[in-house]
């Protein structure tokens, strides 16, 4: 192939197949993308590119991000078949070969799964461990990617400019339908410090018992209709309307989700359903905002960064767990958020490839690379340089 040729390759597909979400990460270069032969004189090689040669070229294309539900696992081996992610592009880009219908997977799913990819699509699954892909897809974007983390104070998004040689040590929470706390000191370097089974999949899974609700995003939407005041019981409850400043509560404060249940002669029904999912949202955050707190705590961290699709750009789940740690923490730590919260893990299996020159990482949100697209729940992009053997 020469300089400027055109291809519209897709190769390196990396998959995260958890307990409620699959995650997935493809490479392409695009029709409008030349390619750009730049050699590449392997000053990479200290940083771990290991494709057998001295010299290589440089991909321009993009990662893609798609999710689907587990529990709709043909969904994504459907996808998978019909774009033909496990063949095509490989030889175009001058990947190597052995790379065919082998696919990095990470996540519980990448063992539960493994007979069914390789019965449906003769993939076989190369496991790549979960909490360490989440890490180096966590530390990828936190050093490669522009505006990727940022605060959530009074309803707005403050982008931090993460400094790379002040970065670790952090800790990352990720919530999914578990929660795990992992203690990031570098590249590699990790260790998960706590975990709780309070997490998203209990949010979803008792929201919709609860409130019969049958989509999570219908849930969400509901929780920001709602009004937890009816359901929780608040210090000012107790406390006759009065606040309890002594020990810093607000009448306002939250004494003890969902205890005004206790004493109000009503049944489930007789409460709205948005009033009930915003209680437990907002239990489930607060609570998560302050193991997280107290676990920076431990370990003497100031910078704590929240991923896992329970977030979801909510600005309502965001704001709970800021405050959390605002007020845990009286304002010592920092909690930030990932605008690719959900793909920790399939980035890090992907990075698992050695193959991403992170320095030439470009974020495009759309056609006019504009980087500050808020949500990339659904879909995102972000444009890069992969290296390719020559
Ligand atoms: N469309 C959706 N369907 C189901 N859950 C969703 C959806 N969008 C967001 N969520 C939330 O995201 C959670 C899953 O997050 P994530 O994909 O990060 O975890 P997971 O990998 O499935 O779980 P684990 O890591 O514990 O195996 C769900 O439990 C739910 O709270
Ligand atoms: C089991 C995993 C790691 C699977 O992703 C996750 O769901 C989790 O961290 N759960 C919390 C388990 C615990 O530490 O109590």
């Given at each position: 192939?020469?300089?400027?040729?055109?291809?519209?390759?897709?190769?390196?597909?990396?998959?995260?197949?958890?307990?409620?979400?699959?995650?997935?990460?493809?490479?392409s270069?695009?029709?409008?993308?030349?390619?750009?032969?730049?050699?590449?004189?392997?000053?990479?090689?200290?940083?771990?590119?290991?494709?057998?040669?001295?010299?290589?070229?440089?991909?321009?294309?993009?990662?893609?991000?798609?999710k689907?539900?587990?529990?709709?696992?043909?969904?994504?081996?459907?996808?998978?078949?019909?774009?033909?992610?496990?063949?095509?592009?490989?030889?175009?880009?001058?990947?190597?070969?052995?790379?065919?219908?082998?696919?990095?997977?990470?996540?519980?799913?990448?063992?539960?799964?493994?007979?069914?990819?390789?019965?449906?699509?003769?993939?076989?699954?190369?496991?790549?461990d979960e909490?360490?892909?989440?890490?180096?897809?966590?530390?990828?974007?936190?050093?490669?990617?522009?505006?990727?983390?940022f605060?959530?104070?009074?309803?707005?998004?403050?982008?931090?400019?993460?400094?790379?040689?002040?970065?670790?040590p952090?800790?990352?929470?990720?919530?999914?339908?578990?929660?795990?706390?992992?203690?990031?000191?570098?590249d590699?370097?990790?260790?998960?410090?706590?975990?709780?089974?309070?997490?998203?999949?209990?949010?979803?899974?008792?929201?919709?018992?609860?409130?019969?609700?049958?989509?999570?995003?219908?849930?969400?939407?509901?929780?920001?209709?709602?009004?937890?005041?009816?359901?929780?019981?608040?210090?000012g409850?107790?406390?006759?309307?009065?606040?309890?400043?002594?020990?810093?509560?607000t009448?306002?404060?939250?004494?003890?989700?969902?205890?005004?249940?206790?004493?109000?002669?009503?049944?489930?029904?007789?409460?709205?359903?948005?009033?009930?999912?915003?209680?437990?949202?907002?239990?489930?955050?607060?609570?998560?905002?302050?193991?997280?707190?107290?676990?920076?705590?431990?370990?003497?961290?100031?910078?704590?960064?929240?991923?896992?699709?329970?977030?979801?750009?909510?600005?309502?789940?965001?704001?709970?767990?800021?405050?959390?740690?605002?007020?845990?923490?009286?304002?010592?730590?920092?909690a930030?958020?990932?605008?690719?919260?959900?793909?920790?893990?399939?980035?890090?299996?992907?990075?698992?490839?050695?193959?991403?020159?992170?320095?030439?990482?470009?974020?495009?949100?759309?056609?006019?690379?504009?980087?500050?697209?808020?949500?990339?729940?659904?879909?995102?992009?972000?444009?890069?340089?992969?290296?390719a053997?020559?």
């Amino acid at each position: 192939m020469e300089d400027g040729d055109t291809i519209d390759a897709i190769s390196h597909l990396a998959l995260d197949i958890g307990g409620s979400l699959i995650k997935m990460v493809y490479f392409s270069t695009s029709k409008e993308q030349p390619v750009d032969k730049t050699k590449n004189n392997a000053s990479r090689d200290s940083n771990g590119v290991s494709n057998g040669s001295k010299d290589g070229y440089l991909v321009n294309g993009r990662l893609y991000f798609i999710k689907f539900e587990t529990s709709k696992i043909n969904e994504c081996l459907d996808f998978i078949s019909s774009k033909q992610l496990h063949y095509r592009g490989v030889q175009q880009c001058g990947f190597p070969v052995s790379d065919k219908n082998i696919i990095k997977a990470t996540g519980g799913g990448a063992f539960k799964f493994a007979d069914l990819f390789k019965e449906k699509l003769g993939i076989s699954l190369d496991k790549v461990d979960e909490m360490s892909s989440l890490v180096s897809g966590a530390n990828f974007l936190l050093k490669a990617v522009p505006s990727e983390a940022f605060t959530y104070v009074n309803g707005k998004r403050n982008y931090e400019q993460i400094d790379h040689n002040d970065l670790f040590p952090y800790l990352l929470v990720n919530i999914g339908s578990g929660v795990s706390m992992i203690k990031v000191d570098g590249d590699g370097k990790f260790e998960r410090v706590s975990g709780t089974s309070v997490g998203g999949g209990t949010f979803w899974g008792l929201g919709k018992l609860l409130t019969k609700c049958k989509s999570f995003d219908a849930l969400l939407e509901m929780s920001h209709q709602g009004n937890n005041r009816v359901i929780d019981m608040l210090v000012g409850d107790i406390y006759g309307g009065m606040d309890y400043s002594k020990i810093g509560l607000t009448s306002t404060a939250i004494a003890s989700s969902f205890g005004k249940a206790i004493s109000e002669d009503k049944e489930l029904e007789e409460y709205k359903p948005e009033d009930v999912a915003r209680s437990l949202l907002r239990m489930i955050s607060n609570n998560i905002g302050q193991i997280a707190y107290l676990n920076a705590l431990r370990f003497g961290l100031k910078k704590i960064f929240f991923g896992g699709f329970f977030i979801g750009g909510h600005a309502y789940t965001m704001d709970t767990i800021s405050v959390a740690v605002d007020f845990w923490s009286k304002g010592e730590a920092k909690a930030m958020f990932l605008r690719h919260e959900g793909f920790l893990g399939a980035l890090g299996a992907f990075m698992n490839y050695q193959l991403v020159q992170d320095d030439s990482v470009r974020l495009v949100g759309d056609k006019n690379s504009n980087p500050l697209v808020e949500d990339l729940n659904d879909n995102g992009i972000i444009e890069c340089c992969v290296q390719a053997s020559s």
